[in-house]
């Protein structure tokens, strides 16, 4: 099992930034994909961004530019830095680590105010 902690999100006015962290522990592996998405009401869980343990990354269009994720192997965490916020950006972020199985945090709300 793979326990995965998100911690970093809050209240902030659009334009401003944000910083959130993803710890993974447990049954860890050299060899992952760790990563972020969030999720609105009445809305799917999408991809905001993931990074493999050889650093390739993958973003959505909507946060390209604004958001840039990174990760520690050693520490198995995670981090996405997210500048110029927009309104739109508001949502709960969900931590994601996957070898083999999807493993998934209890979110981190994030609210970018006008």
């Known amino acids: 099992q793979v326990q995965v902690v998100e911690s970093g999100g809050g209240l902030v006015q659009a334009g401003g930034s944000l910083r959130l962290s993803c710890a993974a522990s447990?049954?860890?592996?050299?060899?992952?994909?760790m990563g972020w998405y969030r999720q609105t009401p009445g809305n799917q869980r999408e991809l905001v961004a993931r990074?493999?343990?050889?650093?390739?990354?993958t973003y959505a269009d909507s946060v390209k530019g604004r958001f840039t994720i990174s990760r520690d192997n050693a520490k198995n965490t995670v981090y996405l830095q997210m500048n110029s916020l927009k309104p739109e950006d508001t949502a709960i972020y969900y931590c994601?680590?996957?070898?083999?199985?999807?493993?998934w945090g209890q979110g981190t709300q994030v609210t970018v105010s006008s």
């Open positions: 994601n680590y996957y070898r083999l199985y999807n493993y």
């Open positions: 990074i493999t343990s050889d650093g390739t990354t």
């Open positions: 447990g049954s860890t592996d050299s060899i992952s994909t």
